[in-house]
């Protein structure tokens, strides 16, 4: 499937199954015994350095549907929107859920915690998929000299992963595919560097949330009915195609916290492919003692094909390479 242009393989069948446990507990053993499946399934010859992945695990919560891992070129991700997006459409077509009318709710488990999706059916078709996020909140806005560019300014905000969001035109580059391989070499450094330099990127409940997923570069959009532009350098050096939904919600979190954004305000944030996604606030909530959103997220999935792969044992290329 995609999102907004942004590959996700939904992994059927060929892991292994994991009892009933919490997602982060499943997500350290694939880290620890399965990750050579990843690698398989996200690297090439049968992906590339931008694919990206979910595995569907039993659910964690009695109320939840059932759990997923996100994996991507360089490990697992705790949170992505473009992927809950699209397994909540395939979650109604496949019959994971009950299918009601107008709109099918469920709830998933997700490494950063429970997430609240909901399918608007129409004639027969998910036509668009929201989700509430979990707690996202505003750390703060930090001045740094990095490399050539001396002093820039950054905001980091976590919206079930951790960013570090900047204004493009600080670097002499625009949100633009044009742009998209420099962006690239640009987010792996300030990923880096963000990472080394700030001590705040820690998630007051769990150690295993408290790391730097990527970077977020954001222009003004001259379109009247888009709020801005984002385009997320996250992983290893993955370019999202997409508006990141975790992205979006950081974002809220920062628009929130400097006056920018009210509850139940809603605002369209694109991609460098100019698809969007829809974010609003949907309820402001005190979280470990700090004031944080809970941000509702939508957008729509496509579906791109199903494949069947093999691993051969005399391949000496079946773990996967990668060439950037």
């Known amino acids: 499937m995609h999102t907004g242009g942004e590959p996700v393989r939904i992994i059927l069948e060929g892991y292994p199954k994991f009892e009933q446990q919490p997602i982060l507990a499943v997500r350290r053993a694939l880290q620890k015994s399965y990750d050579h499946l990843r690698k398989a399934l996200m690297w090439e010859p049968r992906g590339h350095a931008d694919m990206y992945g979910l595995l569907r695990v039993q659910a964690e919560r009695e109320d939840s549907a059932f759990g997923v891992i996100f994996m991507h070129n360089e490990g697992y991700s705790t949170m992505c929107g473009h992927a809950t997006i699209a397994i909540g459409k395939a979650a109604v077509d496949l019959g994971w859920v009950e299918k009601t009318l107008p709109m099918t709710r469920f709830k998933i488990d997700a490494p950063c ?178 004031e944080a959103i809970i941000p509702k997220v939508s957008g729509i999935a496509y579906y791109t094909g199903k494949h069947e792969f093999w691993l051969d044992d005399h391949d000496p290329l079946k773990g996967g390479f990668l060439i950037r």
Do not use: W
């Open 113 to 290: 915690g429970q997430l609240d999706v909901s399918c608007v059916i129409e004639n027969g078709e998910v036509t668009k998929v929201s989700f509430l996020n979990v707690p996202s909140f505003y750390v703060g806005n930090f001045e740094t000299n990095f490399d050539r560019y001396g002093k820039i300014n950054y905001d980091l905000a976590y919206g079930g992963a951790f960013y570090a969001y900047a204004d493009v035109d600080q670097f002499g580059l625009q949100c633009l595919p044009s742009d998209g391989q420099a962006l690239v070499a640009l987010g792996r450094k300030l990923k880096a560097h963000v990472q080394a330099k700030n001590q705040q990127i820690k998630h007051p409940r769990e150690a295993d949330l408290s790391f730097l997923y990527g970077c977020i570069f954001r222009e003004d959009s001259d379109n009247d009915a888009v709020h801005s532009r984002n385009v997320c350098i996250f992983a290893d050096g993955e370019l999202d195609r997409s508006a990141t939904g975790s992205g979006v919600s950081g974002r809220a979190a920062i628009l929130h916290a400097k006056g920018l954004l009210d509850p139940n305000q809603a605002i369209r944030i694109e991609s460098l492919l100019e698809s969007y996604m829809d974010v609003e606030i949907q309820s402001v909530v005190n979280f470990e003692g700090k």
